[in-house]
Structure formats: C-alpha cells, structure tokens
Nanobody, 118 residues
Framework: QVQLVESGGGLVQAGGSLRLSCAAS????????MGWYRQAPGKQRELVAA???????NYADSLKGRFTISRDNAKNTVFLQMNSLKPEDTAVYYC????????????WGQGTQVTVSS
C-alpha cells in the first residue's frame, strides 16, 4: 500500500501564494505520475497539474502561468507552487499518485483545504 500525506494548505488573500507538498510512503516499488486535483463545493474534481517520473508536466489550461508542479523523486514528494491566487482557486486539493506497490494502482491523499479570500 501507498500512503499520500499533503501539507501546506490554508487561508490566503487574493494575490498571495501557497506551496503544497505531498509525500508518498509505504511499500513503494515505483511511482509513475504524481499530480494534484482539486474539488470546489458543488463541483467535480478536476486536474490541476501532473508530472511524470521523467519530469514531463501537464497543467489545466486555465492555471498555466500561475501554478507550477515539481517533484523530488528521491523523496517521493510532489509540490505545487500556487501564485497569484484567486478566490475561485478555493477548493480541497488532493494529491494523486499512480504507483506500483503490490500492483499498479491509483492512490489519493486525504486532501488539504485552500481558501482564498477576496
């Protein structure tokens, strides 16, 4: 099994920045893609950004230029730097990892709340 633990969420004013971290632990053979998703109240969960083990990245079009995903493969950790935050970025942010433990599976963190005040 793989456990994902997020940190770094909180309350910030519009225009501010936050950096989320997610560390994977457990019986990990390898981690393929790691990423961040978010879910605002009343809305579906959506992709924010993802990064492969080789460093290739994918972003939601609306977030390009404000959010940056990065990864430390040695520490099985993924980061999300969020700049110029807007009230519409308010959501629960979930870490995701496609990893091989005993099998290849999708793993999720418990989520971290990000609230942007206007």
């Amino acid at each position: 099994q793989v456990q994902l633990v997020e940190s770094g969420g909180g309350l910030v004013q519009a225009g501010g920045s936050l950096r989320l971290s997610c560390a994977a632990s457990g019986s990990i053979f390898s981690i393929n893609t790691m990423g961040w998703y978010r879910q605002a109240p009343g809305k579906q969960r959506e992709l924010v950004a993802a990064i492969t083990s080789g460093g290739s990245t994918n972003y939601a079009d609306s977030l390009k230029g404000r959010f940056t995903i990065s990864r430390d493969n040695a520490k099985n950790t993924v980061f999300l730097q969020m700049n110029s935050l807007k009230p519409e970025d308010t959501a629960v942010y979930y870490c995701n990892a496609v990893a091989v433990s005993d099998i290849l599976a999708d793993y999720w963190g418990q989520g971290t709340q990000v609230t942007v005040s206007s």
